[in-house]
């Protein structure tokens, strides 16, 4: 049975970090893209941070560039989101996914597995 757990939410002072990691079991995930979405409250789900099963590019949403870093264990087939100078605006249910596609993607619908998400919050 594939399973995606997250850890690592908590409430912070802006300003703050957190580090959010992923494991994933039930077969080996080295080879999937993973990602990174959040949904503040009242919004819909957005996309966070991906990084490739292929080479390891990473990609960001402009608002987190510069502050969030995905990184990956692909032989504990983890992925962490480390989260730097967090704003009150990070405030959201953090979820992982994971999927086999060649091209990496930043919409939720092109992945297939997900966590049950984890709370983060930041506050002012």
């Known amino acids: 049975q594939v399973q995606l757990v997250e850890s690592g939410g908590g409430l912070v002072q802006a300003g703050g970090s957190l580090r959010l990691s992923c494991i994933a079991s039930?077969?080996?995930?080295?080879?999937?893209?993973r990602g990174w979405f959040r949904q503040p409250p009242g919004k819909e789900r957005e996309f966070v941070a991906a990084?490739?099963?292929?080479?390891?590019?990473?990609y960001y949403a402009d608002s987190v560039k510069g502050r969030f870093t995905i990184s990956r264990d692909s032989a504990k087939n983890t992925v962490d989101l480390q989260m730097n100078s967090l704003k009150p605006e990070d405030t959201a249910v953090y979820y992982c996914?994971?999927?086999?596609?060649?091209?990496?993607?930043?919409?939720?619908?092109?992945?297939?597995?997900w966590g049950q998400g984890t709370q983060v919050t930041v506050s002012s």
């Open positions: 990084i490739s099963g292929s080479d390891g590019s990473t």
């Open positions: 996914a994971a999927d086999l596609r060649v091209v990496v993607s930043m919409r939720g619908g092109s992945y297939d597995y």
């Open positions: 039930g077969r080996t995930f080295s080879r999937y893209n």
